[in-house]
Every structure is written in C-alpha cells, then in structure tokens.
C-alpha cells in the first residue's frame, strides 16, 4: 500500500511517499481503508519533534520529555503521521461484532499517529466510530482531535447558559471546536480572538462577538468573562485577570511550569482560577462528536485538500499560516 513515510525529523521534504506493507486485521481489529486524514498541529511537531527544545515545546519539561521518548530521541519512531481519519471498512478480523464491511468510520489514533496511508488497523473497540450521516469524508476527518480536545477541556469548567465565554486561537484546531460548542451546546455568549483573514471564519462558527488580537488587547476592552479558553496559553493569569469576572476560571490547554504555579496558587486563594488541563479522549467522546455533528451543532471547516502524494506541500501549507480552515489530504484509492 501506499502511505508517507518518514525517518529523519526535519522540514516537509522528509515526508515521502513510500510502498509499504499492507497491514492485516488481529481478530479484534478493523482494516480501514482511509479517504481523508487532515494535518494537525501535532503532525507537524511530531515531523519536526527532534528541533524542538523544551523551551521551544509549549507544554511543561514534564511533558516534553516523556513525548521525545514516545515519539523517538534521534529519530521517528513512529514513520507514519496522520492523528485524525475517515474511511470504510475493508476487512473484520473474525471476533468483531461492532463494525461490518462497508461501514464509513472516522476515528483518532493520537500520538500513535498512522493515518497517513492507504489502510490502517485498530482494534473495534478503539477511537473509531460510524462517521457522521451529514458529513462528507474530509469534513468527518477533520472532527474527532478538535472536537474531542475542546469537549473534554470545556467540561473542566462548569458553563452556564448565557454566561461569557472568551477563546483565544478561536480559529485553530481547537478553538474553532471550542468556539461551536460554548456557543451551541453549552449556551455561551462567545467572543473569538484570532487574528485578521480569520476573522470571518469564527464569526461564520458561531462566535458573538470576534476580536482581532493583531489590531486590539482585548483586556483593554473593558469587558470581563466568566471563562478566558486560551488554546495556547500566549499570555499570563496577571495580564488577564482584568477581563475575568471576580469567580471566572482562565483555561489553559497549552501551559508552562509558571502557569502550573499560578493554578496552585489560585486554587489556595482568591475567586479568580486558572486551571491547566489535559484532554484524555475516549470512544464515548467520539460518539459524542458525531451526535453534535448530525445535530449541526458542530461541523468542520475546509480550507484546502492535497492528494496524498503532496503531502509535503500540505505541510508547508499548514506551517506558513496559512489556513482559514482544516487542510485535509484525501486518498483515491482508484
Ligand atoms: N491540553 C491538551 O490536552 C491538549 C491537547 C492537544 C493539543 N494541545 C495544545 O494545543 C495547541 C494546538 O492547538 P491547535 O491544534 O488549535 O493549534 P492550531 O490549529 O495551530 O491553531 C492555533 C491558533 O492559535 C492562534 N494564534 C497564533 N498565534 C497567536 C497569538 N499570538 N495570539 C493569539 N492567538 C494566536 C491562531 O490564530 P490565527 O491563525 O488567527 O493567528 C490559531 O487560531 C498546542 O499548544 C498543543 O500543545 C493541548
């Protein structure tokens, strides 16, 4: 089968196209074969993972450490990227019940990554579930890491109807998920911060209000929130306890040792919290997506496709900053 592969951490040339073996479904597991896998921010880190310092790494040493040893120390381990998919299922090993040749699944594989391939294999029981009824394969693909993340990490926080909810990177991977959620399944009054070309994007997801945080410091502003979701944790507690209302809650899904103290700290004293989080997805989540997906609650936003013979230039695509959406790499398996 075809698939991209990669052995050596470095820009977008080191992805490339490969023949490889295809693999055969374990009595537990479904052979799926893939149409749409987008580009993540994770992809691209786990490309580039062996140039990334802990200071670079926006998560805690921590975290930088035991994801160096997952991913691979001098080089990949894992030759495959692709965190999201949609597909059919081509095989069944002989014990699954769950899943039936034919069926259009989307699913996550996380830091075990694979997707970008022709086929993959996963146990029935996994992240992978029927890809939902009004979506088309790429959109479906582009669901499950953004919507899972910003479901679990807003969960953390108890939203009220009608209260006020800020998302700063509202129109990233997350924050777009995040932005569509406060606003249709939580009941939020939602303001989206991101920057100029994707103004329109966040508004067109639901967002209330939008704020361009390359022409505005919304702390500036005046208003407070019951909820700041900062995505990628750009700022400080003490640079936005302004705008939070006295019991609000700062959000962080990215976060450095400082902002760990802070949470400590706040969780002994003061109405004011900050609250690191870590979103750790289950199959029931998924199964979640895909009821607010056909409840056109959340839907995914297309930027672009490559074939997956280009997907290197997808890659450079999605790192130059370019996209007002998902950068999606189908798969024609005529
Ligand atoms: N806590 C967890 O469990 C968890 C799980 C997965 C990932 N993460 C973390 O989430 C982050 C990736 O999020 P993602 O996938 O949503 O990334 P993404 O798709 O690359 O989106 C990044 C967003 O950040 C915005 N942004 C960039 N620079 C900014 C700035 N200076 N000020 C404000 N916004 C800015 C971008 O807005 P513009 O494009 O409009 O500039 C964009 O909306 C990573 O740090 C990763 O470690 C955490």
Redo the contacts with the bound molecule.
């Keep these: 089968m075809k698939a991209v592969v990669y052995t050596e951490y470095g820009p977008p040339e080191v992805l490339q196209l490969q023949e490889v073996e295809k693999p055969t479904p374990k009595d537990n597991e479904v052979l799926i074969r893939i149409q749409a896998t987008p580009v993540?921010?994770?992809d691209v880190l786990a490309r580039n993972f062996g140039k990334i310092s802990p200071r670079q790494f926006?998560?805690p040493f921590l975290l930088w450490f035991p994801a160096r040893i997952a991913i691979g120390v001098r080089k990949p381990r894992i030759r495959i990227l692709g965190a999201e998919f949609s597909g059919e299922i081509e095989a069944v090993g002989q014990a699954v019940t769950r899943f039936k040749i034919g069926d259009q699944v989307f699913g996550y594989l996380g830091q075990s990554f694979g997707a970008n391939a022709e086929y993959l294999c996963m146990p029935e029981d996994g992240m992978v579930a029927i890809k939902p009824a009004n979506l088309s394969f790429e959109e479906a693909a582009a669901l499950p890491?953004?919507g899972m993340?910003a479901l679990n990490?807003l969960r953390k926080v108890n939203i009220q109807r009608g209260q006020k909810v800020l998302i700063?990177?509202?129109?990233?991977?997350?924050?777009s998920a995040a932005v569509q959620l406060a606003k249709h399944h939580f009941g939020a009054e939602v303001t989206g911060?991101?920057?100029t070309?994707?103004l329109e994007l966040v508004k067109s997801l639901g967002a209330d209000k939008v704020i361009d945080?390359t022409k505005e410091d919304f702390t500036k502003s005046g208003e407070t929130y019951d909820l700041i979701f900062d995505?990628?944790?750009?700022s400080s507690f003490r640079h936005w306890r302004s705008a939070l209302k006295p019991n609000g809650v700062y959000l962080l899904?990215?976060f450095k040792m400082k902002h760990l103290f802070q949470m400590l700290r706040t969780s002994i004293s003061g109405s004011q919290k900050v609250l690191c989080?870590?979103?750790f997805e289950k199959p029931e989540d998924l199964r979640f997506v895909r009821e607010l997906a056909e409840a056109g609650k959340i839907r995914s936003v297309i930027d672009r496709c490559y074939p997956l013979e280009q997907t290197a230039e997808a890659h450079r695509y999605y790192e130059e900053?370019h996209p007002q959406g998902k950068v999606v790499i189908t798969l024609d398996h005529a």
């Design positions: 993540n921010y994770g926006n998560m890491y953004g993340t990490l700063n990177g509202a129109s990233g991977g997350i924050g911060v991101c920057s070309p994707r945080y995505v990628l944790g750009k899904a990215s989080a870590l979103s900053g």
